[in-house]
């Protein structure tokens, strides 16, 4: 007699525990973008276009350095019509040599140099380019943009005014701008010549050097 073969048990679908433990921490993982690529990029992308295009009107250093167009002014009359002149004639100039001064103060002291870096990446990896979507996440508590902005607010404030950065940026700035007034006082101006045309491409050079700060994707 033969004897049938045995029908084999169904098969019931088994979920493994690690897996499904980990696919939550998975999906946690993918959502929390550091910081908005594509907005940084297009942010750094304007900034180097704006400062390329600033710079293509600076004037000639050699006719920033001419020492047979100095002289002592008369009054303090002079100096200030001297000073307007060469302001609107050397703004990029000058505004590079502000920048050297400042960097160079800043170069000097490698601790404040490293906050000041430290503090810019906070602000742009923390507020200025993250996602609207993508919250901030510190030891397992979630912070509002309201609450990043006020830790922001006063981290910077601890930055500045109790270590030697601000100092340190504000001398800068006023060694740059000894600098400035005393050549825009001494250099006379008259062969020096300011057409409309490079009045309006003076003030087109400065609209496009803070043009960058309307960067979409971010927060400025």
Request: aromatic fraction near 10%; glycine fraction near 6%; charged fraction near 15%.
């Amino acid at each position: 007699m033969a004897s049938s073969a045995p029908t084999p048990p169904p098969l019931l679908p088994v979920t493994n525990p690690a897996a499904a433990g980990s696919s939550p921490a998975a999906t946690a993982v993918g959502s929390d973008a550091p910081i908005a690529t594509p907005a940084f990029r297009l942010f750094l992308s304007k900034l180097s276009d704006s400062a390329r295009r600033s710079l293509s009107d600076r004037r000639p250093w050699t006719e920033l350095v001419d020492r047979s167009a100095f002289s002592r002014p008369d009054s303090l009359s002079d100096a200030t019509s001297r000073l307007r002149r060469n302001l609107a004639y050397f703004r990029v100039n000058y505004a590079a040599v502000v920048a050297f001064a400042l960097g160079a103060s800043l170069l000097a002291h490698p601790f404040s140099l490293l906050v000041l870096l430290g503090l810019l990446a906070a602000w742009c990896f923390l507020y200025l380019f993250r996602g609207s979507d993508q919250p901030v996440v510190l030891f397992g508590r979630t912070f509002s943009d309201r609450e990043t902005l006020l830790g922001l607010v006063v981290a910077s404030f601890v930055a500045f005014f109790f270590t030697s950065v601000a100092s340190l940026i504000i001398s800068g700035l006023l060694v740059g701008g000894a600098i400035v007034a005393v050549h825009g006082a001494c250099r006379m101006p008259e062969d020096l010549f300011l057409d409309d045309a490079d009045a309006a491409s003076g003030n087109s050079a400065a609209q496009g050097l803070l043009s960058f700060l309307g960067a979409p994707g971010s927060r400025v």
